[in-house]
């Protein structure tokens, strides 16, 4: 079978490269001190092509270091799990999972509180890493994040704090909202009843509301024990259903699993337990800041599934959600996210008539969408795109107050990733900043790391890599003066 998420820019690299100083091309702006980084799955083994699922690779971080209009360096590592580290022949790292599943993250990467953090979605642990990206290990918050964490913390600019909706199997039907205070541990933790057992890979934050996103990709027993012996398939499906309906039982023997450094599922494409459920209501569920599983007002929607929301705000009474729409999800392509187009769309959620009312804002294909992150959960004016689902690659501006949208498209064959937005000043206005991403150039068989003005898409610099940085998912600019 040819799988589209072993081909071309997704092709796995496997050494592990530490280079610099870095040829530019074009004036890094003198104000950007820090680090770029960005995470996505790179398997260490050969997989077999028939069966591999993009979200299951190995978490390989890339990173490239700025400072004083130069470009350092550049390096990248592969997250060091228990699993991974015995894969590469390594000893385990030096703080190892205590809960949850036992995995090398791959989906995020972040700088919160002086640390650098490794983030994944559905049970395992954060991964900490040294600031050139060595692995630390698995990371509790100090000991009080209970169970796993999620792919996509927001931060209140407003407070410092990093508010997270995390879900896991085992949990049955809850998620799990955290919020995390200034001081690095966890102050607030609120499970959340939901009407399945969802995938749940991001939700919005207001400045007073948790907007949960409970859409139908579920959880899918007969899938998750499908690669069984045939015989032991209905005792294993009955198991399983069991472990749901008691969670707290669950819980205990994941992290039993982990503790015995047997807690990495080893899943494929073929047992990848969450797909399309036709029979889920999509709704989006509004709770206060303040509140409780008992206080979520549920909204319906038409079907759809989304990874990604844009940003959400409050607007007279209503609150507003700018997200990207897949029409469907893991229903026919069970590999990837690769069945549809997805669009920008705007839900307002009507808080005082119960409604909510759909529109598209936008109908070309795209997809990690970015915002000036100092407006998080308040009114934005601008947010930028990459595409997804064309066969062009083109990286997208659009202002909302007027209606518009500029598109710088890239040169042919180009592929991008990716674009975070990093504001010239503390007190510099929404788009006076710089896009940074990476983008592959087929012709160097090389990635470079792209600056662009945010205002205009125009070329700041380019930062030619050593390496490839195959397609991931989420990069992060983290400054020096958060950095350990």
């Known amino acids: 079978m040819d799988n589209p998420y072993l081909k071309d820019n997704f092709r796995p690299v496997r050494e592990e490269i530490a280079a610099g100083p870095l040829a530019v091309t074009g004036s890094v702006p003198g104000h950007l001190d820090g680090r770029y980084l960005r995470i996505g799955p790179n398997p260490i083994a050969e997989v ?47 703080r190892q999972t205590r809960v949850g599943i036992d995995a090398s993250p791959n989906t995020n990467v972040i700088g919160q509180g002086g640390r650098t953090l490794a983030l994944v979605e559905g049970g395992p642990l954060p991964y900490e890493l040294t600031d050139e990206l060595d692995t630390i290990g698995a990371c509790d918050f100090d000991g009080t994040l209970q169970g796993g964490y999620t792919a996509h913390p927001h931060l209140d600019p407003a407070t410092g704090e990093l508010h997270a909706v995390s879900y896991l199997w085992a949990w049955g039907k809850r998620v799990r909202y955290t919020v995390l205070g200034t001081d690095g541990k966890v102050r607030r933790t609120v499970d959340i009843e939901v009407a399945a057992v969802p995938m749940m890979h991001d939700f919005s934050l207001t400045e007073h509301y948790v907007v949960l996103y409970d859409l139908p990709v579920t959880f899918n027993t007969a899938r998750a024990v499908s690669q069984l012996p045939r015989l032991v398939r209905p005792l ?58 008992a206080d979520v007002r549920w909204f319906e929607l038409n079907p759809c599934f989304v990874f990604h929301p844009l940003n959400a705000y409050e607007a007279d009474g209503t609150l507003v959600l700018d997200v990207v729409r897949h029409e469907r999800m893991f229903s026919g392509e069970l590999r990837g996210p690769g ?78 990733n990716e674009f975070s937005f990093v504001p010239d000043r503390p007190d510099a206005a929404e788009d006076e900043g710089t896009l940074i ?13 792209v600056l662009l003005d945010a205002g205009t898409l125009e070329d700041v610099a380019t930062i030619h890599l050593p390496a490839r940085v195959p397609q991931g998912f989420h990069g992060n600019w983290i400054p020096a003066t958060v950095q350990s």
């Open 48 to 94: 077999d092509p028939d069966h591999y699922h993009w979200f299951l690779g190995d978490g390989m971080v890339h990173g490239v270091r700025l400072r004083d209009g130069q470009a350092e360096w550049y390096r990248n590592r592969y997250v060091r799990s228990s699993d991974t580290a015995r894969r590469l022949g390594e000893p385990p790292p030096e």
């Open 236 to 293: 294993a499906r009955w198991q399983v259903n069991r472990a749901l309906n008691r969670p707290a039982m669950a819980e205990r023997l994941v992290n039993a699993a982990a503790k015995s450094g047997g807690g990495r599922a080893r899943y494929d494409a073929r047992s990848f337990p969450y797909i399309w459920n036709p029979r889920h209501q999509a709704r989006i569920g509004v709770m206060p800041r303040d509140g409780g599983s």
């Open 339 to 416: 069945e549809d187009t997805p669009t920008l769309d705007r839900w307002t959620v009507d808080l005082a008539a119960g409604k909510v009312l759909e529109s598209r804002l936008d109908d070309r294909g795209q997809e990690f969408p970015r915002i000036d992150e100092r407006l998080t959960g308040h009114p934005h004016r601008y947010g930028y795109t990459v595409n997804a689902g064309s066969d062009e690659n083109y990286v997208i501006k659009h202002d909302f107050a007027k209606g518009e949208s500029t598109v710088r498209t890239l040169e042919a064959g180009r592929q991008t």
């Open 437 to 449: 991403g990476y983008v592959y150039n087929p012709e160097t068989g090389r990635s470079d790391l």
